[in-house]
T-cell receptor
Framework: SQQGEEDPQALSIQEGENATMNCSYK?????LQWYRQNSGRGLVHLIL?????REKHSGRLRVTLDTSKKSSSLLITASRAADTASYFC??????????FGTGTRLKVLA | KAGVTQTPRYLIKTRGQQVTLSCSPI?????VSWYQQTPGQGLQFLFE???????NKGNFPGRFSGRQFSNSRSEMNVSTLELGDSALYLC?????????????FGEGSRLTVL
């Protein structure tokens, strides 16, 4: 089964609104990353947060990590139509492979 | 710096055939990982190569294999193709081993098995 499970599976918002998506995982991790995938293409790295960090920012992105709840959230502020994509969390646990979730499909309406 | 290059981008095969996919990592990157992406299962880890050695393997049958060359380029092979092997196969490279940092993905090879 997947280590990371994103929630919601799909999200539709208006341009300018904030988008929040969540990721839950099952085992201890070293770090957690978020990736974006435009339709049928490769994944693009967005942000990495280590297990000893609680919050991280990058531009319009804010990621939080709660290791006690084994969960993370990705907030995209002031969404744009270009943010329309699928978003995946990936957990690294020192076993030399990342475990990806099933993704959240975000649609930003202009 | 050139990104991760995967070839071919699209291919169609029939059941029972075999296929070889190629991945050229970013120059200087020594770790190459492969993932299978399907609509129902998301991204599933296939294997990781580092310094020409398979370091980790996912839960896939032996029909899925791979290798890495001395220049870090990697190939994966799927033999005796099944309909369920239809997927986007993604290659990712990183400077060093495994789950310590950012992965750089190629655009993928989309395999359709008829």
């Amino acid at each position: 089964s997947q280590q990371g499970e994103e929630d919601p599976q799909a999200l539709s918002i208006q341009e300018g609104e904030n988008a929040t998506m969540n990721c839950s995982y099952k085992t201890s991790i070293n770090n957690l990353q978020w990736y974006r995938q435009n339709s049928g293409r490769g994944l693009v790295h967005l942000i990495l947060i280590r297990s000893n960090e609680r919050e991280k920012h990058s531009g319009r992105l804010r990621v939080t990590l709660d290791t006690s709840k084994k969960s993370s959230s990705l907030l995209i502020t002031a969404s744009r139509a270009a943010d329309t994509a699928s978003y995946f969390c990936a957990t690294g646990s020192g076993t030399y492979k990342y475990i990806f979730g099933t993704g959240t499909r975000l649609k930003v309406l202009a | 710096k050139a990104g991760v290059t995967q070839t071919p981008r699209y291919l169609i095969k029939t059941r029972g055939q075999q296929v070889t996919l190629s991945c050229s990592p970013i120059s200087g990157h020594r770790s190459v990982s492969w993932y299978q992406q399907t609509p129902g299962q998301g991204l599933q880890f296939l294997f990781e190569y580092f310094s020409e050695t398979q370091r980790n393997k996912g839960n896939f049958p032996g029909r899925f294999s791979g290798r890495q060359f001395s220049n870090s380029r990697s190939e994966m092979n799927v033999s005796t193709l099944e309909l369920g092997d239809s997927a986007l196969y993604l290659c990712a490279s990183s400077p060093d081993r495994g789950s310590t940092g950012e992965l750089f993905f190629g655009e993928g090879s989309r395999l359709t098995v008829l």
